[in-house]
């Protein structure tokens, strides 16, 4: 039974959206404000085949789709696990504010039950958490919880695609508008203070000229509102960040060699990071831990795995060739 719901079992394995030999698991959560809260955790249908798991954890305004990346871990000996977190993807219900929490640790809950699932219930020994983008933050923040003397030792490795670690933006947005929306936020959360550009979403989806194909309901090309009370979350997290966290498991950071605007088309959008700064990641890095190793990988995209050839093979040469020095195997 879950411990928030004593009268509702979670739910089994299901048919997942992505068809075929893919199946989801809804995991109930304790209800907020909005009502009932889920995570949806996604997986190949089958039992498991191996005693190591990798997680994966997305970005802001995204959803598990990228099939070719759990292709990938399974052919070096993975099964491939990927979480919605609450309110994203196949997460998101009509009550729903759009990937919205006030606070990044809500996300332990989520992160703590598909964990406990991967390795009770279905006998992994090994689990490499990947997180993407805001997913990076979360899973950075959740990995330093859980890897403190004492917890238990549920991570082994955390792998880090493109991770927000910083906000992109001047040095007065920065130092000046954060500290207002740590005010504004608890009074006003709700209130819309930004929203995403649209040309990195435009030059990914195959409708628009891009190699990949994705719902648009869960993953707009305009995004959904940013709001008060989560971007203070956001801020909050990057502050830990830049005070320096101890995790203690190896962590793998990886990024595009070059930035490129985030707010109009260029021609470069798909070959830098068209979304954060890499300076700001790198120089955030070595704080994570004591054994943190930054990879740059040249012509990549944000979201590294949708990078085009060669720089696509070049992330998965980086994350598994790194796998193998850092994490025991069988």
């Not at 332990?108 to 990947?130: F, G, M, N």
């Not at 955030?284 to 190793?293: E, H, I, K, Q, S």
Request: glycine letters at 8%.
């Amino acid at each position: 039974m879950d411990a928030h719901h004593p009268s509702a079992p979670e739910i089994a394995w299901e048919p997942d959206i992505l068809g075929n030999d893919w199946v989801a698991r809804i995991l109930h959560l304790a209800p907020d404000e909005e009502g009932e809260v889920v995570a949806t955790l996604v997986r190949r249908s089958g039992r498991p085949s191996t005693r190591k798991a990798v997680l994966y954890v997305h970005g802001f305004v995204d959803y598990f789709f990228q099939t070719h990346m759990a292709d990938a871990f399974e052919a070096h000996g993975y099964d491939f696990y990927a979480i919605d977190l609450r309110k994203y993807g196949r997460s998101l219900r009509p009550h729903h504010t759009p990937n919205y929490v006030t606070r990044l640790s809500a996300y332990a809950e989520e992160l703590d039950k598909a964990a406990r699932i991967i390795r009770a219930e279905e006998h992994h020994d090994e689990l490499i958490v990947v997180g993407h983008s805001t997913g990076g933050l979360v899973a950075s923040l959740w990995a330093d919880a859980r890897t403190q003397p004492g917890a238990d030792p549920v991570i082994d490795a955390l792998v880090l695609n493109s991770p927000w670690f910083d906000l992109n933006e001047p040095w007065f947005t920065r130092t000046v508008v954060t500290p207002i929306i740590d005010i504004l936020g608890p009074l006003a959360p709700r209130v819309q203070v930004g929203s995403l550009a649209p040309h990195y979403g435009r030059a990914l989806h195959s409708a628009t000229g891009g190699e990949w194909d994705y719902d648009l309901a869960l993953k707009p090309h305009e995004g959904f509102p940013v709001r008060a009370g989560w971007f203070r979350a956001i801020r909050r997290g990057h502050a830990r960040i830049a005070h320096g966290l101890s995790i203690r498991c190896p962590v793998l950071v990886l990024t595009s060699d070059a930035s490129g605007d985030a707010k109009n088309w260029h021609d470069a959008i798909t070959t830098t990071d068209s979304v954060l700064d890499v300076a700001q990641i790198q120089a955030r890095a070595p704080g994570l831990g004591n054994d943190v190793t930054v990879a740059v990988i040249p012509g990549g995209a944000h979201d590294l795995t949708l990078s085009p050839e060669p720089a696509r093979s070049a992330f998965f040469a980086e994350v598994f060739g790194w796998l193998a020095e850092h994490v025991a195997t069988d």
